[in-house]
T-cell receptor, first 113, second 110 residues
């Protein structure tokens, strides 16, 4: 049972345009959500997070939106740059007393110059 | 600070052999995790720990064991290696929000 789902395996956008990566989840008890970026042969690196009590969080070119009623979150990257090309994972943290951290399948973003 | 350190970086095992993947963190984080990533796939949680002496199964625990005798260390044990355990293994630690990952261990079972 996949609790965190990224249904788009890949996304290609032009440099300077917006990239929108989507993520759905099934467990309404998740406390907060995170986005990670991963390059080949490296460990994932943290990008941005959002608490379940918020609906938006911004950090520079990255904005995460959370729609709790739809159990959906998205990561917006504006403007997209070629260096953003990587695999992006969304992840969810269970309620505080479990600590479980579950990842989606990932979306490969390609930003074309 | 070194962050999260995984050893070894690469290993080839024969079917039926055993090994321990080491993970150490120097950030005094309570939470630690082991994931595996198969080619073209996401990160699957194997085991996790919420503190020293406490471990719990993740999504794909079969064929693995862990221990957490100290806050710093969280080794992952493979007792009877199988080809299905060929993967890249990542260890992570977390205090409150974001988790920090090691560089991974690429394991091949032949």
């Amino acid at each position: 049972d996949q609790q965190v789902k990224q249904n788009s395996p890949s996304l290609s956008v032009q440099e300077g345009r917006i990239s929108i990566l989507n993520c759905d989840y099934t467990n309404s008890m998740f406390d907060y959500f995170l986005w990670y970026k991963k390059y080949p042969a490296e460990g994932p690196t943290f990008l941005i997070s959002i608490s379940s009590i918020k609906d938006k969080n911004e950090d520079g070119r990255f904005t995460v939106f959370l729609n709790k009623s739809a159990k959906h979150l998205s990561l917006h990257i504006v403007p997209s740059q070629p260096g953003d090309s990587a695999v992006y994972f969304c992840a969810a943290v269970g309620s505080s007393n479990t600590g479980k951290l579950i990842f989606g399948q990932g979306t490969t973003l390609q930003v074309k110059p | 600070n070194a962050g999260v350190t995984q050893t070894p970086k690469f290993r080839i095992l024969k079917i039926g052999q055993s090994m321990t993947l080491q993970c150490a963190q120097d950030m005094n984080h309570n939470y630690m995790y082991w994931y595996r990533q198969d080619p073209g796939m996401g990160l699957k949680l194997i085991y996790y720990s919420v503190g020293a002496g406490i471990t719990d199964k993740g999504e794909v625990p079969n064929g693995y064991n862990v221990s957490r005798s100290t806050t710093e260390d969280f080794p992952l044990r493979l007792e009877l290696a199988a080809p299905s355990q060929t993967s890249v293994y990542f260890c992570a630690s977390r205090a409150d929000t974001e988790a920090f990952f090691g560089q991974g261990t690429r394991l091949t079972v032949v």
